[in-house]
């Protein structure tokens, strides 16, 4: 079955850069139409899309967000990066990675790992 | 980017009720490409419905998805305790893809 786990830092200081890992199993990230995509959410806030990568290295990013944010895959380790530069206290969220298949939403999701972002 | 708007916030009902949440785009949404999800405290967002109507793997019929263009709705026709959380919609017609700021369903 399809699972997916994110990991990193907990706290991270005021313009610092994160980096999230997500690691995940059940499928590959060379198969056509598959992607992994990242979504935040600051506590007691709505979802955030963040950014996308697709099997065959296309990327795409919020706009909002494009110039701080990175996405890369390790096909053969199985996962997927996150890099966001210049974090800031309203980056504190739960950062979550989750499978794209075919169409561009997301029906696996990490369990989500909370980033707080505090001098 | 296309603006989701979610109402109401909040939805007061009883266990056995219906639902009746609503999803408005500021624009069109392509090929009515819109799904709707759940989320429980401390859990993470579970699919429940795509492309507008087609309900996901292991769903509840239940769960009725329905809507084009613009409007969309999500109808839960007889609420189970487990149905009380919190209900996002999000467009994937257009990139940026967008979430809306969701309903919370609360038991009354």
């Known amino acids: 079955q399809i699972t997916l786990k994110e990991s990193g830092p907990t706290l991270v200081k005021p313009t610092q850069t994160l980096t999230l890992t997500c690691s995940f199993s059940g499928f590959s990230l060379t198969t056509t139409g598959v992607g992994v995509g990242w979504i935040r959410q600051p506590p007691g806030k709505a979802l955030e899309w963040l950014a996308l990568i697709y099997w065959d290295d296309d990327k795409r990013y919020s706009p909002s967000l494009k110039n701080r944010l990175t996405i890369t895959k390790d096909t053969s380790k199985n996962q997927v990066v996150l890099t966001m530069t210049n974090m800031d206290p309203v980056d504190t969220a739960t950062y979550y990675c989750?499978?794209?298949?075919?169409?561009?939403?997301?029906?696996?999701w990490g369990q989500g790992t909370l980033v707080t972002v505090s001098s | 980017e296309i603006v989701l708007t979610q109402s109401p916030g909040t939805l007061s009902l009883s266990p056995g009720e219906r639902a009746t949440l609503s999803c408005r785009a500021s624009?069109?949404?392509?090929?009515?490409?819109l799904v709707w999800y759940q989320q429980k405290p401390g859990q993470a967002p579970r699919l429940l419905i795509y492309?507008?109507?087609s309900r996901a793997t292991g769903i509840p019929d239940r769960f009725i998805g329905s809507g084009s263009g613009t409007d969309f709705t999500l109808t839960i026709s007889r609420l189970e305790p487990e149905d009380f959380a919190v209900y996002y919609c999000q467009q994937y017609g257009s990139s940026p893809w967008t979430f809306g700021q969701g309903t919370k369903v609360e038991i009354k």
């Open positions: 492309g507008a109507s």
């Open positions: 989750a499978h794209r298949a075919d169409y561009n939403f997301f029906d696996y």
């Open positions: 624009q069109r949404v392509s090929s009515n490409y």
